[in-house]
């Protein structure tokens, strides 16, 4: 019974090559062959090379290696010929065909692909996060928002709370209606991240008529006066001044303009603050 040892060495985790060395051996699954293999990460250096090779050496082994920088899978390469080791270099082959194929070099940066998983979960993260605290559902969201948005009722909250998930913020929208007072913690996060979104009454009673329109209500219903949208305005105002946070006009604005402004408020470039 043939036992050989393989040897994963990646400057990464080494986790691709060693799932393509097991999805390998599974077909070799035959009770006349036993592998025992063994993980070198992170390999940064020659010596780390030089480990790996002696280890090779020792015990009769394959080396199956993904070394994205150039100077460090040449290297190996060499010790590779020198010492007649059997080995598959998983990654070299292929980049060298979409360079040839894309006309760019690539980054030889090892882990990349790590990072974008991780930045993916950020946004589904966020995208949950949003919906959990969506209209001001539960004020513990407060304290663990990167954004708090406040406004009246059709200012776009949501859209964009959604929109600003994608960029990954966790994104909290508090609706304000004068007959409900906002939580107590509002007022004490911290009002740098806090956006309130204001709006003309011309454009609030436009876009409310429009929504009691799509409803099949009458547009002459309270939620569309001029008297109760003065009236939401004023308290919204009321509210802004005792937070202290910026506001920003949403009047003529798209959502996407929108939440790259507050991105560029949080971030502290407000110059497109009224």
Known sequence: MANTKIIIASDSVGETAELVAKACMSQFNNC??????????YIETKQNI??????????????????????IREY?????????????????PIMQTMEHVFQQAPLNEPGIVHKLDEDYFKKIEAMEFAVKYDDGKDPKGLP????????????????ISQYLAHKRYKVMNV?????????????????????????????????????LKQLGLSDSARYANDKRIEEELDYFN???????????????????ET????IQIIEHKDSILN
């Open 175 to 211: 609706p304000i209606v004068p007959e409900v007072s906002p939580p107590d913690m509002l007022f004490e996060i911290d009002p740098k991240k806090c956006v309130a979104l204001k709006i003309s009454p011309e454009k609030l009673n436009a876009i409310r008529k429009e929504r």
């Open 144 to 159: 663990k928002a990167d954004i708090v948005l406040i406004g009246v009722s059709r200012t776009s909250k949501t859209p």
């Open 259 to 262: 939440a790259n402004n507050i």
């Open 32 to 41: 006349e062959v036993t592998s025992e293999i063994m993980r070198y990460p």
């Open 76 to 92: 190996m390469e060499g010790l590779i010929v020198e010492h007649n080791i059997k080995s598959v270099d998983i990654m070299g």
């Open 50 to 71: 030089d480990e790996v090779i002696a280890m090779a050496k020792e015990c009769d082994s394959i080396v199956i290696y993904t070394l994205v920088k150039p100077e």
């Open 238 to 256: 009321r509210i802004v001044e005792k937070i202290g946070c910026p506001v920003l006009d949403v009047s003529e604005k798209a959502i996407e």
